[in-house]
């Protein structure tokens, strides 16, 4: 027996429209990142400059001036 729901109407979800500064996400010293250039590294440690401005530190070989993207360790 199949139902099927009729999904053709307008939708009552409303999609918030996402800018980059409102992402926030929880990284944790040892997370994995990932950079094109250099492949995976983790997250060593977070540390700021005053005065609100925020950084990753981790290991030298891992530097490269590129983006960067947290990756799980699954």
Known sequence: ???YY??????DNEIPSLKSYDIEDRILGGD????????????GF???QQPNQNFIATA??????RSYYLVPWN
Do not use: E, Q, Y
């Open 32 to 43: 994995g990142i990932f950079n094109d250039d250099l492949g995976t590294c983790s997250v």
């Open 60 to 65: 030298g070989h891992c530097h490269a001036p």
């Open 1 to 3: 027996i199949f139902i």
């Open 6 to 11: 009729n999904c053709f109407g307008p939708s």
């Open 46 to 48: 977070w540390a700021r």
